[in-house]
């Protein structure tokens, strides 16, 4: 499965892969599709389908904050 990634302006930069598996979704997007910046985000999901309203929220309120990822 793949999701769009937006920017703050709403406007798409591409899509990322989503693997599911179990009570977990793994979702990886590529640095150069949030402007290549330094790998902190904050971020919040929207699950429905496209031109619908959505059936979930993630987190329910707020945004996730992500730190990089560690890199050896």
Same mark, same amino acid.
């Given at each position: 499965?793949?999701?769009?990634?937006? !920017?703050?302006? &709403?406007?798409?930069?591409?899509?990322?892969? %989503?693997?599911?598996? #179990? =009570?977990?979704? *793994?979702?990886?997007? $590529?640095?150069?599709?949030?402007? !290549?910046?330094? &790998?902190?985000?904050?971020?919040?999901?929207? %699950?429905?389908?496209? #031109? =619908?309203?959505? *059936?979930?929220?993630? $987190?329910?309120?707020?945004?996730?904050?992500?730190?990089?990822?560690?890199?050896?």
């Amino acid at each position: 499965s793949t999701l769009f990634v937006y !920017n703050m302006g &709403g406007n798409p930069t591409g899509k990322a892969k %989503v693997t599911i598996g #179990g =009570r977990r979704l *793994t979702i990886r997007v $590529p640095s150069v599709l949030i402007g !290549n910046d330094d &790998g902190y985000v904050d971020a919040a999901v929207i %699950v429905g389908n496209q #031109g =619908r309203s959505p *059936t979930d929220l993630a $987190p329910q309120t707020g945004h996730l904050s992500l730190l990089p990822p560690v890199t050896h």
